[in-house]
C-alpha cells in the first residue's frame, strides 16, 4: 500500500466516522460526550499515520520478525492507550452514565479494521 492511497483512506474514513459522531449529536445521551468522541476520532487517526510509517519502514527490513514484533507491540500500545484515555476522561469529566465509550468504541473497532487491512497488505512488501 503506498502513502497516497493510505492518507486518501484514511482521510474517508476520518470524515466518515467524524460524520457518524456528528450524527449521534440528534440523540442527548450522546451530546455531553462530543469532544471526547471527536477526540478519540483524531486519536486513533494519528496512531493509524505513526503505525503505517514504522510498519511499512519493519515490512522492509531484513529481519523477517521485525514486522511481527511491531505489529504485536503496536496492539498491546494500542490497548493501554485506549484504557488510559477511558479512564483519564472519565476521572477528568466523570460522565454521567457509561455512553460516551460507544462512539469511542466505534471508532476503536473501524480503526482496528483499517489497520488490520493496510498491515496486511504492507507485510505482504518483500524485504530488500
Do not use: C, W
Not at 504485536?72 to 500500545?77: A, E, H, P, V
Amino acid at each position: 500500500m503506498n502513502k497516497r492511497r493510505f492518507f486518501f483512506q484514511l482521510v474517508m474514513l476520518t470524515i466518515l466516522l467524524t460524520g457518524i459522531v456528528l450524527f449521534l449529536q440528534i440523540f442527548s445521551i450522546f451530546k455531553a460526550s462530543f469532544g471526547f468522541s471527536i477526540i478519540s476520532v483524531g486519536f486513533f487517526s494519528l496512531l493509524s499515520v505513526v503505525m503505517f510509517f514504522t510498519a511499512a519502514k519493519a515490512a522492509v527490513n531484513k529481519d523477517k520478525n521485525a514486522f511481527t514484533r511491531l505489529i504485536m507491540i503496536f496492539t498491546l500500545g494500542k490497548m493501554l492507550l485506549t484504557v488510559v484515555l477511558v479512564v483519564t476522561y472519565q476521572m477528568i469529566v466523570k460522565p454521567h452514565g457509561v455512553y460516551f465509550v460507544i462512539p469511542f468504541f466505534l471508532a476503536y473497532i473501524v480503526f482496528t479494521i483499517f489497520e488490520t487491512i493496510f498491515l496486511t497488505k504492507l507485510g505482504k512488501i518483500k524485504a530488500r
